[in-house]
DNA sequence: GGAACTCGCCAC
DNA sequence: AAACGTGGCGAGTTCC
């Protein structure tokens, strides 16, 4: 099917997708009310011991002595004026209106350590600020009914809101456990999660073709193994803990900003500082996350990269590269793209919607990415959702996390649930949308029968 | 007493 | 030449 801008099957795609979205809002999800009570009662024991420890501490004092009114460790206003105005620190960082930052990794930059109390305050009143009190606010005799709009997002994402269903904690091994732990399946049901594997990288390919990133997506092979070897002058051993943290390294703090539309200064400091340990200047031996039987200073060290800017260097060389050989037909497409717009004022997405008015070079390559990716998910939501009404099943759809949807399933349907849900996400997908030239994959992870969110495993197909 | 803003932080 | 894309939301703050 050829789906042209702003056309009726653009226009369809959305109505759908209200009406099967708006079936998953009213299907919510189950929450432990008790739980949450329990779980806000002691977190704020917890806070408030923190608070008190806090209080006790020379810096405390000192920041009192410096201003009028009781501080509020909460204030960043506060603390950057005590930080940068009376202390007359150098801000290691500053904000987009040019005021001393006081986020997580300039405070551990300032090596103070009362400051760890405040950061561990910020994390726990996240968790049951945000969270535990957003559930506990929304809920209804135990259940949520996270919305999920299709008209708020300028690249034709979804959004999702009272209360957000698509951010809640995941990396934080401990903010994940406490907040997913508050929700659950309906009773004898279990959770169910398919995930599309690297969508955005797919879509991606179907616009620019590029050859390597065709070949890379349809041979299996690991892209990001290959930066991670360049980048740290590295075999990759996938048996190694150390080699795959440097791989997740090349991962999130190159490939994917590159992609997105970040240079290679950028990444430079984010793969040293966040990544691998290391300080900004210049570097000494035994600094640094490990590698191998050495420490990553001295194994950059001996590859003769001693410093940040040397570093930098080294990346520069490797964006070269990346752009100017690795994916050279991305970079063109890119451009062709980026003057498309240019003359004509829009981009199109190959999902039949069109993007106008002020859009910068990165927002005119990345925006049709996204949301044509999002569109994929949605069709799959649409068409497993009238599969779930015509069979006349108990699982449901209950949420949609951008490439992934969430499940309320009854075990006796799982079996074919799982196989109808590879079947439409991967077979049917591309053969509606002819645009669609990559293979598509999903994984699973599920929960056990009455098991919390926090209890998700992978489920390996058989 | 509410609107609008900044900042920080969670997700993809 | 320029320099990471999209959201929601709580707390603090300022303005009206």
């Known amino acids: 099917m050829n789906i042209h801008p702003n056309s009726l099957e653009a226009y369809y795609l959305l109505h759908n997708g209200t009406l099967a979205l708006a079936r998953a809002e009213n299907n919510g999800i189950r929450v432990d009310v008790q739980y949450l009570e329990n779980k806000i009662f002691h977190l704020t024991r917890k806070i408030d011991r923190l608070d008190r420890k806090f209080k006790e501490s020379k810096f405390y004092k000192d920041w009192e002595k410096s201003q ?26 500053t904000t987009a209106t040019g005021r001393g930052s006081t986020d997580k990794d300039t405070l551990a930059d300032l090596n103070i350590p009362e400051l760890n109390y405040v950061l561990d305050m910020r994390k726990l009143k996240k968790i049951r600020d945000t969270y ?59 959770l169910l999660e398919v995930d599309y594997g690297a969508l955005e990288v797919r879509i991606a390919a179907c616009y620019h073709k590029d050859p390597v990133m065709l070949k890379y997506i349809e041979t299996g092979h690991d ?13 990759y051993d996938r048996s190694k803990p150390d080699h795959n943290r440097l791989r997740s390294a090349a991962k999130n703090g190159f490939v994917f900003p590159e992609f997105y539309g970040d240079y290679y200064k950028n990444c430079a400091t984010y793969l040293a500082k966040d990544w691998g340990k ?65 003359k004509e004022g829009y981009v199109d ?3 039949g919607f069109r993007c106008q008015g002020l859009l910068s070079r990165n927002d005119a390559t990345n925006y049709p990415i996204q949301g044509a990716a999002f569109h994929c998910l949605l069709w799959s939501f ?10 006349g099943w108990k699982s449901r759809i209950i949420g949609q996390i951008h490439d992934a949807i969430i499940f ?55």
């Open 68 to 93: 009028e009114k009781e501080p509020n460790p909460n204030s960043s206003i506060q603390l950057s004026t005590f930080l940068y105005d009376e202390k007359k620190i150098k801000p290691p960082k």
């Open 223 to 235: 892209m990001h193994a290959d930066m991670m070897e360049q980048i740290f002058f590295l075999k």
């Open 132 to 190: 535990l009190e957003g559930f506990l606010k929304e809920q209804v005799d135990g259940w949520i009914h996270p919305f999920f709009n299709l008209h708020l997002v300028t690249t034709y994402r979804s959004s999702s809101d009272r209360p957000n269903f698509q951010n809640i904690p995941k990396r934080d091994k401990e903010a994940m456990k406490i907040t997913r732990g508050a929700l659950y399946p309906r009773k004898g049901h279990q």
């Open 349 to 351: 997405l190959y999902t």
């Open 278 to 342: 290391l300080p900004l200047g210049k570097w000494k031996s035994g600094q640094g996350v490990p590698v191998g039987d050495d420490f990553l200073s001295d194994h950059l060290m001996a590859n003769g990269i001693s410093n940040i800017f040397a570093f930098e260097k080294h990346l520069k060389v490797i964006e070269q590269d990346f752009w100017g050989r690795r994916f050279k037909r991305y970079a063109r497409w890119q451009e062709r793209w980026w003057r498309q717009y240019q």
């Open 382 to 391: 649409i068409e497993l959702d009238k599969l779930i009404q015509r069979k």
């Open 408 to 462: 309320d399933a009854h075990p006796d349907e799982l079996d074919e649930l799982v196989k109808e849900t590879v079947r439409i996400t991967c077979d049917e997908l591309p053969k509606t949308w002819d645009w669609i030239n990559v293979p598509l994959s999903v994984d699973f992870e599920i929960c056990d029968v009455d098991a919390s969110w926090a209890e998700k495993k992978e489920l390996v197909l058989t």
